[in-house]
């Protein structure tokens, strides 16, 4: 089945230790998304890539990052996590702009 | 800008009851509409979206919504509740005018009673 898939489901860093959190997708979408969701919140849109354009929204911090290597593969990277950086953060995908959004499991990150 | 309002942050309902849960919207050009639902510890799930066409939209696991362009609302309905619907229910809104990216409501958690 095609799906999005997000490794690992849950993680656990130390307060400045960088992580990095994986997405892949067998939809063969135009556009991956990363969002950011705390405690039952809305998802909050960090960045978003169509192709390998990227497109980052003006609050996220700069902490985040992120690499999309080719069409399947996006990942996150969170250069120095803080204590406000532990959420869920949900990968998504969509066929192009508008069309509604495939998510992936999500990434439940811990910071200690 | 767009923005999205659920005016409700819980909705009880009985099992085998009907079931609304609200939407309202904010956009400057043509909506583009959705409903996701998400349940605990899990991404989430498209249920249905409204582009053009019919206002009134049928999805997955029974849901459908009307949109009301005079009262700029989108509410999701199921004619009977499952206790399996409860979960946390997510609209969401894109101007289709302008290529904005989604913007999701607060969310409603829904709780179906047996």
């Known amino acids: 089945d095609a799906m999005v898939i997000q490794n690992p489901r849950y993680q656990v860093t130390q307060f400045g230790k960088p992580v990095t959190l994986s997405c892949s997708q067998t939809?063969?979408?135009?556009?991956m998304y990363w969002y950011q969701q705390k405690s039952s919140q809305a998802p909050k849109l960090l960045f978003h890539?169509?192709?390998?354009?990227?497109?980052n929204e003006a609050d996220t911090p700069d902490n985040f990052q992120s690499r999309r290597p080719n069409t399947s593969f996006c990942f996150l990277d969170i250069r120095s996590p803080g204590l406000g950086d532990a959420a869920m953060y949900l990968c998504?995908?969509?066929?192009?702009?508008?069309?509604?959004?495939?998510f992936g499991p999500g990434t439940r990150l811990t910071v200690l | 800008a767009q923005s999205v309002a659920q005016p409700e942050d819980q909705v009880n309902v009985a099992e085998g009851n009907p079931l609304t849960v609200k939407c309202t919207y904010s956009?400057?050009?043509?909506?583009?509409l959705f409903w996701y639902v998400q349940y605990p510890n899990r991404g989430l799930q498209f249920l249905l979206k409204?582009?053009?066409?019919?206002?009134l939209v049928k999805g997955s696991y029974g849901f459908e919504a009307e949109f009301n362009k005079s009262q700029t609302s989108f509410h999701l309905k199921k004619p009977s509740a499952l206790v399996s619907d409860s979960a946390l229910y997510f609209c969401?809104?894109?101007?289709?005018?302008?290529?904005?990216?989604?913007?999701f409501g607060p969310g409603t958690r829904l709780s179906v009673l047996p």
């Open positions: 998504a995908t969509s066929r192009t702009m508008g069309n509604e959004q495939f």
């Open positions: 939809l063969n979408h135009n556009v």
């Open positions: 890539y169509y192709d390998k354009d990227f497109n």
């Open positions: 956009v400057s050009g043509n909506p583009y």
């Open positions: 409204y582009i053009t066409g019919d206002n």
């Open positions: 969401a809104v894109r101007d289709g005018s302008y290529g904005q990216n989604f913007v």
